[in-house]
């Protein structure tokens, strides 16, 4: 891998290297683009900090190389024409960090939006639509006013008649995914009081409706974590939990995450949806796995021995097992980190 | 990666005129053809791609293969408590998802998912985890629960002999009913006791369905103004899902190929760590035993 980061570092600082690097996202993109592309991809930009950490940086560097990560991501979903992207901004337990981190947070998040659709250089501005997802009454005032300008500004700088129709950016920011369900069964019942909707009409398409997200919005068709943890956190849990979204946990932090890592994986969904579209998709992998290795079967019957303690049970009329009396197991931890 | 301004400014130098070409209607022959070339080049791709997954494919299976020659249970508890009590940490809660597979398929159909259920309770209970949750799609578990609890309890005997089997209860969030060990409903003394574990047997109903039936059951309440939407907090919706389905479990082992949550309770996978073997199709100790090992190094952080 050091090798690898080595070539591509020189390769990109380079005169060649950076027409090439130029020219083959195009190329790519454009290759990419003539099969399966998602409408709707979300990502959790996680380990900025632990990036830091690697590399004797601050973490506020750390933040910043994540965000120079993201406009990269954003640009290359543009090129891909992705309609929707979500991102994960900041989380309400977000709030639990240190103030200092928090601001900072806030200010760099502030920065690259108003980058986005502000510099007139950055010609992408034209074509990104922000807005902000999320519970705003957690928003400290003055910042709230700041994003309801930037989210404005953006609508009118990319709902213009020359231009196709622009990326949506949704920002999660002061989000979590409970919250907004939590908040839509309340606007549900608003509605209800209101006698916009009558009880049986209730369904989950209209929980969804009511959710912080725009109701056009298309269903997730691929979640993207970064750094390696397994889980969701509050994010998208109600978007993502069926079979029609891919969720992918990535072994690297946010700021090493590049277009080429998204080329991958957008190659591997189009992959997949194309085997799943062919009629009878199985048939191929079934044949190999029912013709295991003999190799292995052979291996296998050598290992058999490891069943012996089957053999000793049948001999031995002492066998019992006393629960109580065994090792007592290691401390139960829940995942909010509760002890019993 | 370094990457000037003059570089990006030509990118979208380039992107204008494809957008302008975009925006006329009608293709030429050469976007035609240039889309027929790219295409060609994408399927290219697309073909080398899965050379590479086959290699993948054929590899996660050996590796596979031998997890579970390497960890075999041999049906005695100790070799399972042995094992875990090398961990710093183990799940309060852990959820599994199984899948019925295919009558042709060994250890598939209707039975094969009652042995994989109950060896699943049988290796919980060794491991000295006291909650399980078994998520099964159609529900078709909690629809024949004479059978599984008979299975569990025969499986239970295998385990630990028939002196001392360990107690179980298993709850239907859907009837509201707990059902305690194969036929001790009517045995106070087997209720009122520690159980060694409890099951909790999920299907798809007890996932969004159930949040759509707990906002219509309020929206009546709001509509008779007993309830305002003010009052409708996450600690509220929380309180009545925990009552209605259980806690969120810590641990979600997949037992499937790839991360499918197949329409699992949304509200109960906020934090809970994911566990699953690519390519794995099977309910075997390997994958309890190495989901347990994941879990005891994943660190808990909410929001730091």
Redesign the interface.
Known sequence: MGLYNLA??TL??SKIG?YL??KS??LIT??????YIPQHVAFIMDGNRRFAKTQNLKVSQGHEAGSKSLLKIIETCY?LEIKHVTIYAF???????SEDEVENIFKILLEKLSFLIENQ????SKFIQIKIIGNKSLIPIETLTKFELIEKKSFENSNTDN??PPLVLNVCFVYT???E???S??????D??DQNLS?DQ???QI?SNNFYFDPNTPSVDLLIRTSG??????FL??Q????NS??E?LNMYWPDF?QFDYYKLL??L??NK?IQDIKNPKSI?EL??NK??KL?EI??HF?KF?????FE?INNQD?????KK?????????????K? | MGISKEDVLKRIDQKHRTVKQRGDEEKTTFDKILFFIFHLVLLTLYSVYSAVRLIQFLTNKVRIKFLNLAYNPSKTPQIIRDDVVKLNKIPKRISAILTLKSEEEEGGGFYGLLNDASELTTWTVAAGIPTLSIYEYDGILKNNLDDLRISIFKKLTDYFGSSSIPTFSIRVPRLNKTFYGVNSDQDDTYKTQDLHVEITLLSFEDGKPTIVELTKTMAELASKKEISPRDITIKLIDTELVQLIGNEPDLIILFSPTLDLQGYPPWHIRLSEFYWEPDNTDVTYAIFLRSLQKYSTCKINVGK
């Open positions: 591509i570092n990109s600082n950076q690097y130029g996202n195009i454009n290759i990419l683009k003539t099969g090129d989380s309400i337990e977000n709030f639990n960090r250089d950055y010609e992408y231009n196709p995914s409970r919250d369900i939590s908040h069964i309340g606007e549900t019942l608003q209800v009081i009880i209730i369904n989950s929980i943890h397994t889980r969701l956190s509050d849990i109600w993502v939990n069926e079979s891919k969720i946990f590049n190659l591997k189009g992959f194309l992998w190999i796995s295991q290795p292995i291996f296998e290992l490891n069943n012996y303690n089957d049970k066998w019992n097992v006393d629960l065994l090792q007592p197991p290691p401390p139960l931890v829940s995942i909010l980190g509760e019993s």
